[in-house]
């Protein structure tokens, strides 16, 4: 379980509980500090507040076993490396889910820059789900892909969710927000959260 | 050793074409007149004062005073990386790593080329240390300026990069290792080209000096590799220092990129 009590950056003023299994939507106008607050338990800015998985203070360890555990996925993926698989410690086992959210399977070799928007966004995903993660910090994850696309991922995620993963889900769309969460946080402009069920 | 000595009066005529820079500068209304005449006077009483210290000091011999000439090139070497620099680390942070790598890297391999090659008597005698450390920190001092400059530019355009890779459980030290890289390739540069090019393009000046002085060219030659392969070693080892030293001033503790520490672009 991931506690998270007082949780403070700029104006930004949060606490909350998320079960393991359990995904929970947040929504609220551009701007607000929805990706303000997932940055911030990532521990990726400096904060203040105490946030702990199944009891264990984050800074208990070291900020990269942090996030290895709590991992936050931007909404615009970036990428080291001129060359897709070179961002991947194992091409070869991240390839059924490359396949799985519609990318050939070829495109391990590709440079970066010829991926498109979409490509970019679900390798990045790929890459973020190979940790394994127990806690998931997704940054908009869908925001460039098609029906068909945001379909396999949504059904990806909740497979993930099924076994155990814990999820915080940035949208700007309600009818995702009501398909995969079972709470939904709504961010308001004093930097608090609202919780409301779907 | 025999050279022809120069007065103060032979000096009229080549000044002469300073001039007629700024009467160019007049006539095509290049409105450089000022800055000509500012550049020209300072550097006329910069090198006039440097040379009465320089025979202060090679008078006294003195390890006090030496040290102390020694400390203020490096102030004003670490001003001139500050001033270099299109994002600037805030205010004594800054001053701190510029000064303080190009002392260690500059310092360390004048020392070390006095107590192992040239031993002169004594060691630190400033007819030799001076020369050496000025000409190697202003090399040591191109490099880290570069470094530094590549590194912050480099970590602001790839933060989404360097970021990624802290979020899926980089250390910072492997976020930023590609910026390091592309850092310490800039830095080094100006060294391998001018190393590079050095003989065919430009005559160095030291040796170009010591050949006027009468020195037997072969005898310059062998000075001026010394001295080339000092600046190749102390522009390594200063731009490591401060590449990594600005690599831990841009990170914190919990492995975080801060680019909030980074000064906003200087707008001129």
């Known amino acids: ?198 | 050793m025999t050279y022809i000595q120069l007065a103060y009066g032979d000096l009229v005529l080549p000044a002469l074409l300073v001039v007629m820079d700024g009467a160019l500068s007049l006539a095509l209304r290049l409105r450089l007149e000022r800055q000509l005449a500012i550049a020209t006077v300072r550097m006329v009483v910069q090198l006039v004062l440097v040379g009465y210290v320089l025979t202060f000091l090679f008078a006294a011999v003195s390890l006090l005073w030496t040290a102390l000439a020694a400390c203020i090139m490096v102030l004003f070497a670490s001003r001139e990386i500050i001033a270099r620099q299109k994002r600037r680390l805030p205010g004594m942070w800054s001053y701190g790593l510029g000064a303080g790598c190009t002392l260690l890297a500059a310092g360390t391999v004048t020392i070390f080329s006095l107590l192992t090659e040239l031993r002169p008597d004594p060691w630190y005698h400033p007819r030799y240390a001076l020369p050496l450390l000025g000409m190697i920190l202003g090399n040591t001092m191109t490099g880290i300026s570069l470094g530094l400059d590549a590194l912050t530019n480099g970590l602001v355009r790839e933060r989404a990069a360097v970021e990624a890779s802290l979020a899926l459980g980089g250390t910072r030290y492997q976020a930023l290792l590609p910026a390091l890289r592309d850092a310490m390739r800039s830095g080094l540069m100006p060294t391998i080209n001018a190393m590079a090019a050095i003989g065919l393009v430009s005559l160095p000046g030291m040796m170009t000096g010591q050949i006027l002085a009468g020195v037997e060219p072969i005898d310059a030659v062998k000075y001026q590799l010394l001295i080339m392969f000092l600046i190749a070693g102390g522009t390594g080892l200063g731009t490591l220092a401060a590449v990594l030293g600005g690599a831990r001033l841009l990170t914190d503790h919990r492995h975080r990129l801060r680019l909030d520490r980074v000064l906003a672009e200087k707008s001129a």
């Open chain 1, 1 to 198: 379980m991931l506690t998270v009590r007082a949780l403070r950056r700029l104006h930004i003023s949060v606490s909350f509980d998320l079960q393991d299994g359990e995904c929970v939507a947040l929504q609220g106008p551009s701007g607000v500090g929805k990706t303000l607050l997932l940055r911030s338990i990532a521990d990726l800015d400096p904060n203040e507040g105490t946030v702990t998985l199944d009891g264990t203070l984050r800074e208990a360890m070291p900020a990269p076993a942090w996030r290895k555990r709590v991992t936050y996925l931007a909404a615009e993926p970036g990428w080291w490396s001129d060359i897709v698989q070179d961002h991947f410690s194992g091409w070869d086992d991240a390839l059924p889910l490359v396949t799985r959210l519609g990318l050939p399977s070829s495109c391990g070799p590709w440079p970066v820059q010829r991926l498109s928007t979409g490509e970019s966004q679900r390798l990045a995903l790929v890459r973020a789900l190979m940790l394994r993660s127990r806690v998931l910090l997704l940054d908009e994850p869908t925001s460039a892909l098609d029906s068909a696309s945001t379909a396999a991922v949504e059904s990806l995620i909740a497979e993930r969710i099924a076994n155990g993963t814990s999820v915080v889900w940035s949208t700007h769309d309600s009818a995702q927000a009501s398909r995969v969460a079972s709470r939904i946080f709504v961010m308001s402009a004093d930097g608090r959260i609202g919780d409301s069920r779907p």
